[in-house]
Nanobody, 124 residues
Framework: QVQLVESGGGLMQAGASLRLSCAAS????????MGWFRQAPGKEREFLAR????????YYADSAKGRFTISRDNAKNTVYLQMNSLNPEDTAVYYC?????????????????WGQGTQVTVSS
């Protein structure tokens, strides 16, 4: 089992930056590929970014490319999502997820464990 707890969400003004954190406990964090997703009201959960176990490989959805950066600190069992130039369309609940199986993925079903989410609200 991997337990994930997101933090760092809040109410932001358009144009601001925000860093989300996801702290992991349980099974060895460094053995899990990690991803960030978000879900806006009335919409399906959307993949944003993923990072490999060692942190050397990252991949972004088009909606995140250029504004969001995923990173991880295996010594702290934490994965981060740095978000810049926020706009109201970024308003959503943001989730981190862990994949303990081999391989990588961008679909919700590709991940095995999920956090409870953290709300990000961006006002114009």
């Amino acid at each position: 089992q991997v337990q994930l707890v997101e933090s760092g969400g809040g109410l932001m003004q358009a144009g601001a930056s925000l860093r989300l954190s996801c702290a992991a406990s349980g099974r060895t964090f460094s053995n899990a590929a990690m991803g960030w997703f978000r879900q806006a009201p009335g919409k399906e959960r959307e993949f944003l970014a993923r990072i490999s176990r060692g942190g050397s490989s990252t991949y972004y959805a088009d909606s995140a490319k250029g504004r969001f950066t995923i990173s991880r600190d295996n010594a702290k069992n934490t994965v981060y999502l740095q978000m810049n130039s926020l706009n109201p369309e970024d308003t959503a609940v943001y989730y981190c997820a862990a994949r303990t199986r081999l391989g990588v993925g961008t679909r919700s079903e590709d991940y095995d464990f999920w956090g409870q989410g953290t709300q990000v609200t961006v006002s114009s």
